[in-house]
């Protein structure tokens, strides 16, 4: 079992930055590839970003693509998601999410383990 947790979260101005965190409490996640995920009120999860183990495969949704960069420092066992000019469409919580062994990841990812989520709020 894995469990993430994410930090980073918090209120900011629309054209503002944030940078959300996520590591796996009591392991490494040795082969699995990450993605971050978010839910506004009211609508269904949404694929946001992806990277695989090797960071060699990316994945954007287009509504971030250009805003929002994914990396990970295995060494750190850290993945992260920064997010610069950021709208207020973008309110929504954020999870981490990490799926087993996946080389090339997709908007498709299909997750294996969950975060809780932390919220991310974008005042006009």
């Known amino acids: 079992q894995v469990q993430l947790v994410e930090s980073g979260g918090g209120s900011v101005q629309a054209g503002g930055s944030r940078r959300l965190s996520c590591a796996p409490s009591?392991?490494?996640?040795?082969?699995?590839?990450m993605g971050w995920f978010r839910q506004a009120p009211g609508k269904e999860r949404e694929f946001v970003a992806a990277?695989?183990?090797?960071?060699?495969?990316?994945s954007y949704a287009n509504s971030v693509k250009g805003r929002f960069t994914i990396s990970r420092d295995n060494a750190k066992n850290t993945v992260y998601l920064q997010m610069d000019s950021l709208k207020p469409e973008d309110t929504a919580v954020y999870y981490c999410?990490?799926?087993?062994?996946?080389?090339?990841?997709?908007?498709?990812?299909?997750?294996?383990?969950w975060g809780q989520g932390t919220q991310v709020t974008v005042s006009s």
């Open positions: 990277i695989s183990w090797s960071g060699n495969s990316i």
């Open positions: 999410g990490a799926a087993y062994d996946i080389v090339v990841v997709t908007p498709g990812l299909k997750v294996d383990y």
């Open positions: 009591g392991r490494t996640f040795n082969r699995y590839a």
